[in-house]
Antibody, heavy 123, light 112 residues
């Protein structure tokens, strides 16, 4: 059974930093593109970042470029999101999501999601 | 404001059909047919219900169907059931615009 479990969310002051983690199990983690998607309280979903299987390609939504870094450790079946210079508008539940990938090629949808981790940015 | 526009709410009675639209620019859809739909119940993670415009993952009832014409994608739910009440989000790969995905603002479905 595919499982994704986020951790690391907490209350942080504006300008602060935070690292989210996502532990994956039930599939060959190193074979899949992975993503982070966030949802501000009472708002819709927003794609944040994607990372290729070997970490050689990373893409970000414009609003986080230069402040956020997606990474992965395939030896630990883990995905990470390092968030710096946090802003109030970064407050959201952050979901780890698996990108459907077949024979090494990514598809363009998220087939499994974690339960999310809440990041609250406030003074 | 999302690059993909959905109605904020739709409603229908049990047994009826409802259609949720998702309208975007050609850049929002990236010129691709990579539209997916997600169902989200309150306090829960999103769940994939349609991918590649009109394909259903295993386990998703055939009451859910998707289509796309021009710059408008649609999700149709037939034979509405109480458990279908949820938020629904369309999503598209935006191609070289962002090399990532863009979501619609979401539609709240109420089963009357």
């Amino acid at each position: 059974e595919v499982q994704l479990g986020e951790s690391g969310g907490t209350l942080v002051q504006p300008g602060g930093s935070l690292r989210l983690s996502c532990a994956a199990s039930g599939f060959t983690f190193s074979s899949y593109w992975m993503s982070w998607v966030r949802q501000a309280p009472g708002k819709g979903l927003e794609w944040v970042a994607n990372i290729k299987q070997d970490g050689s390609e990373k893409y970000y939504v414009d609003s986080v470029k230069g402040r956020v870094t997606i990474s992965r450790d395939n030896t630990k079946n883990s995905l990470y999101l390092q968030m710096n210079s946090l802003r109030v508008e970064d407050t959201a539940v952050y979901y780890c999501a698996r990108v459907s990938t077949t024979r090494g090629l990514r598809s363009y949808y998220f087939d499994y999601w974690g339960q999310g981790s809440l990041v609250a940015v406030s003074s | 404001q999302s690059a993909l526009t959905q109605p904020r709410s739709v409603s229908g009675s049990p047994g009826q059909s409802v259609t949720i639209s998702c309208t975007g620019t050609s850049s929002a859809f990236g010129g691709y047919n990579f539209v997916s739909w997600y169902q989200q119940h309150p306090g829960r993670a999103p769940k994939l219900i349609i991918y590649d415009v009109n394909k259903r993952p295993s386990g998703v009832p055939d009451r859910f169907s998707g289509s796309k014409s021009g710059n408008t994608a649609s999700l149709t739910i037939s034979g509405l059931q109480a458990e279908d009440e949820a938020d629904y989000y369309c999503c598209s790969y935006a191609g070289s615009y962002t090399f990532g995905e863009v979501f619609g603002g979401g539609t709240k479905l109420t089963v009357l």
